[in-house]
């Protein structure tokens, strides 16, 4: 990868990603866009008609920003797992990075600026068809954006790390089923978190994407969420930044053995 214009190295990266994404992101459209405001109608009108409000508000809205920070999730995992292994491991894109000025910083911070693009893009979308089914609350709605591009960067980061650290694609397995699923399912997006017994509840309180819903949730709604909104950034923060130097360590291992 040649950086034949007077482009940062991390925007180079950035730029490839982009590139690559522009030639499949159709491919995308249903997981990235579609798929979520089908679940969020029929999860949130479907079964919310049987469940009737939650914490004072209609299931519809209390949902919605579960299922947004639940997307930002899924996608900083979905593209941190395959897609990092196979440019180690099959097309050796980083190998060919590495034959540049472009270091392991940038591959990293290109990686994450990517994810954040293609996550602020589908959480711009939902917001608009949301507010046709009335469920936003609050003028702080846009606030979600922010939140969902920082859940995006405390996620991916560290899985872009795991990634970088094995060599066959079956441990994704376990990462899906063991903390994704898990995470997915019992960290506020469908029911409080109040309602499950100590030991889950406090590994709801580990996991990002709680803090995410929460911060979402208080902005969608108006209202003060679980902790401090200061105590959630900076859980969220703290996970990037670890995430981002576990990362730079395990691609500059993997690159120079």
């Given at each position: ?11 180079a ?67 941190s ?30 990686h ?92 709801a ?13 208080a ?19 703290v ?8 990362a ?10």
């Open positions: 990868m040649a950086l034949t214009r007077s482009v940062h190295p991390t925007f990266v950035l730029e490839r990603h982009l590139t690559l994404y522009r030639r499949v992101w159709q491919a995308s459209v249903f997981s990235s866009f579609v798929m979520p405001v089908l679940f969020l109608l029929s999860i949130g009108i479907g079964v919310g008609g049987y469940v009737g409000s939650v914490q004072g508000v209609d299931y519809l809205s209390w949902i919605v920003p579960g299922v947004l920070a639940s997307t930002a999730f899924q996608i900083a995992v979905g593209e797992t395959y897609s990092v292994l196979a440019d180690f491991k099959w097309v050796r894109a980083y190998h060919a990075m590495r034959a540049t000025p472009v270091d392991m910083a940038d591959m990293v911070r290109g994450l600026l990517y994810l954040v693009f293609r996550v602020t893009a589908t959480v711009v979308v939902f917001l608009v068809v949301v507010v046709f089914f009335g469920g936003l609350h609050s003028p702080w709605a846009p606030v979600t954006v922010l939140v969902c591009a920082l859940v995006t960067m405390a996620v991916a980061a560290p899985v872009a790390a795991f990634s970088a650290s094995i060599d066959h694609d079956s441990y994704f397995s376990l990462l899906f089923r063991l903390i994704v699923l898990p995470a997915a399912l019992f960290s506020g997006v469908f029911f409080p978190v109040g309602q499950l017994v100590v030991g889950l509840r406090l590994l309180y580990a996991s990002p994407l709680w803090h995410a819903v929460e911060l979402c949730r902005a969608t709604l108006g209202r003060a969420p679980a902790w401090p909104v200061w105590a959630h950034a900076a859980y969220l923060l996970w990037a930044v670890a995430g981002f130097v576990l730079v360590r395990a691609f500059r291992g993997r690159l120079e053995d």
